[in-house]
């Protein structure tokens, strides 16, 4: 499937830089998987599997018909998968980017602590020696209580350090030493939970902790902020869809025809296009409501979190507080059980507030991409006019919207819904009484939308999305809750619960994009976002060339036009100044560009002459030779000496 569907998004990706247009490729591939959830791939390529093989031919066809759908930026079912898509993307992201930091802090820990717990951790006996070790305890112990400051900055540093030798002076080094590699490593995660809950203590006495990381009291109120955004963000949506629902009620009853049958085209071919559209709008503001309640459920929770560890966390202060008072010297056996605790609590806290800025980052996502399209009906609905006319007539319309949510909430049981209810005698059916008659109970199937709406569509043959009333309660059913939004709603799946879900099973087979805010599996494995994401994760190749026009336009433009008169009557002047001129040959500094260079050439050696010589060499030898030791009484002696240099190579 990975290899086909970056085939079919390289084809996309060609079509739409040949518009002019930019894709993202998880918005192509996604859209591919969603039309191939729906059947339309199928239909168009007949015995279509994106787990087989997909000829050229039929990613060609699939290509034109993705690049198609994607041409209309301001569709609502677009905008709605590239919400889904982005934000799982998002999501991914900043999941990758937590666990990549997390690794690195702890591949950086592991090797400081390697360092310390090591066989040769000590190198030597002498002062420096056991100074250097004990630099690199205080780098250990900054490095896994996340005061990574305190290493670069010396204030910080000298710090840190007199919280730790208060615990683990140098002289305990020799100790230390003796113990195993567990114990070590043991003392030494200790180590840095007490030297943070000793920073804390200085901090809250305005003593110290400049290399501790921003306290909860900088980052909770932005956190509340976030929560009361996310807030008025879900009230929004929730109007927002109000009115559309509004709309869709208004239309005129759906011709009578088979649900998944198409309309036939005539006079109620504009009715038709226009059901379609509001139904895809709802679609599109029932994602973005189910993702901002997500966010908010999510923040909440770690925001609950965030304040329960910061209030224990004051709270072993005070006992720090009182354990300690005015005293010179208090027992260790006091006061470190709480210093422990103190690097504890800070440890998930911190983690906690890391949290908080990933859903900041998160919230900014989604407020981009659950804007409103240009095209929405929800824009075009109201006519400009003046400034005051407008802002009553916004004003009218939030207050209809308001009424509207107030009638909606209002509906009670009706007696044919108690009476289906009082036959519930030990069936798989449970009512369960509502706990609150204005928020929805948490935990709810279908992310608190109405099932029975989605089964048995009311307003023609499109799903429509509705969130449920709590004022009606809920049934249980297979260990799920299902809410529903009218009497009506309740009594179709309280008359046959398993048909409801399966007619809400083809509903998400006919749209697969109500799968995801539904919190239910798509049609197809490949149509899931996660899976999209994971397929798209390698390289992409798109054959992309050099386009030339078709007909060249020629330019009668002269570069060399000179329209200043005095200008050209310059050049002239200059050009009848160079007719006066010689050429001479005085050898100048350039005559050397002159020259016929390639005349100019060395004549090899003869190589004949270029031969090995083989040679030897000897010992000169040395003669000696006396004369005129015989004759007559005049001649003289002569002593001559030879010294023969035969075989020497300069004889060769």
């Known amino acids: 499937m990975d290899d086909n569907l970056k085939r079919i998004v390289s084809e996309v990706t060609r079509l739409c830089r040949e518009r002019g247009e930019k894709v993202d490729p998880f918005v192509v591939a996604y859209v591919a998987s969603l039309e191939d959830g729906c059947g339309s791939l199928e239909t168009l390529v007949p015995g279509l599997h994106l787990d087989g093989k997909i000829p050229a031919e039929a990613v060609a066809l699939i290509g034109k018909h993705v690049a198609e759908i994607l041409s209309h930026g301001n569709d609502p079912r677009l905008k709605t998968a590239i919400m889904q898509v982005l934000m799982e993307a998002a999501y991914k992201q900043q999941r990758e980017l937590i666990e990549k930091e997390t690794a690195e802090q702890q591949e950086r820990a592991g090797m400081l602590q390697r360092a310390v717990t090591g066989p040769r951790a000590l190198k030597g006996n002498s002062a420096e020696a056991y100074d250097k070790f004990y630099k690199l305890v205080l780098e250990a112990v900054c490095v896994e209580a996340g005061m990574e400051l305190a290493v670069q900055d010396p204030d910080a540093n000298a710090e840190v350090r007199a919280a730790l030798e208060s615990v683990f002076p140098v002289s305990a080094v020799a100790r230390f030493l003796t113990l195993s590699e567990e114990e070590r490593l043991a003392q030494l995660s200790e180590l840095a939970r007490i030297t943070t809950g000793i920073c804390l203590y200085n901090r809250s006495l305005g003593q110290g902790g400049s290399a501790l990381p921003a306290a909860a009291s900088s980052y909770l109120p932005q956190a509340q902020r976030l929560l009361r955004d996310l807030n008025r963000c879900r009230t929004e949506v929730t109007e927002q869809m109000s009115k559309l629902l509004a ?34 709008e709802v679609l599109n503001r029932g994602q973005a409501l189910q993702l901002y309640e997500s966010l908010f459920a999510d923040l909440q929770e770690g925001l609950e979190a965030a304040q329960q560890l910061d209030a224990e966390l004051e709270h072993t202060l005070v006992q720090v507080h009182d354990s300690v008072g005015q005293s010179a010297a208090v027992s260790k056996d006091m006061v470190y059980p709480l210093f422990d605790r103190l690097g504890a609590l800070h ?27 240009p095209g929405s009906l929800l824009l075009t609905s109201q006519p400009p006019g003046r400034t005051t006319g407008s802002r009553s007539s916004s004003t009218q319309t939030a207050s209809s919207s308001t009424a509207a949510t107030v009638d909606a909430l209002s509906e009670q049981l009706n007696e044919t819904t108690l009476a289906g209810l009082d036959a519930l005698q030990g069936g798989e059916l449970e009512y369960i009484r509502p706990i609150s008659h204005t928020q ?5 199937a279908l992310a608190g939308f109405c099932a029975g709406t989605l089964a048995r569509r009311p307003t023609g043959r499109y799903p429509l999305l509705r969130r449920a009333n709590p004022q009606l309660g809920y049934l249980a059913y297979q ?10 709603d309740m009594q179709v799946f309280l008359a046959d619960p398993s048909g409801c879900l399966t007619a809400l099973e083809a509903a998400i087979k006919k749209e697969p994009l ?18 999209v994401l994971e397929a ?3 390289t992409l190749k798109v054959d992309f060339g050099c386009q030339t026009p078709v007909h060249f336009v020629e330019r009668y433009i002269d570069k060399n036009h000179e329209w200043n008169v005095w200008a050209l009557r310059r050049r002239a002047l200059a050009l009848a100044n160079l007719r006066g001129k010689a050429t001479h040959s005085t050898q100048t500094a350039e005559s050397h560009f002159k020259r016929e260079n390639e005349t100019q050439v060395w ?6 002459v270029q031969t090995k010589v083989a040679k030897g060499q000897s010992m000169p030898r ?5 004369q005129g030791l015989r004759g007559a009484a005049d001649v003289k002696m002569n002593v001559v000496r030879l010294e023969l240099d035969l075989g020497q190579p300069h004889q060769h």
């Open 603 to 608: 004549r090899p050696r003869e190589a004949t």
């Open 514 to 531: 109500l799968a995801r805010p539904l919190g239910l599996p798509p049609p197809k494995p490949s149509a899931d976002a996660h899976a």
């Open 622 to 626: 040395k003669l000696q030779y006396v």
């Open 347 to 373: 440890t998930g806290l911190h983690q906690e507030l890391r949290m908080l800025v990933v859903r900041q980052r998160l919230y900014d996502e989604l407020t981009e991409l659950s804007a409103l399209p």
């Open 536 to 538: 798209m994760s390698g």
């Open 247 to 280: 709309m869709v009620a208004k239309l005129p009853p759906a011709a009578a025809t088979d649900n998944d049958t198409p309309a036939a085209a005539g006079s109620g071919n504009e009715e038709e296009l226009r059901r379609a559209l509001l139904h895809a």
């Open 440 to 444: 929805l109970q948490p935990g709810l």
């Open 479 to 488: 260990d799920k809750v299902y809410g529903f939004a009218t009497n009506a």
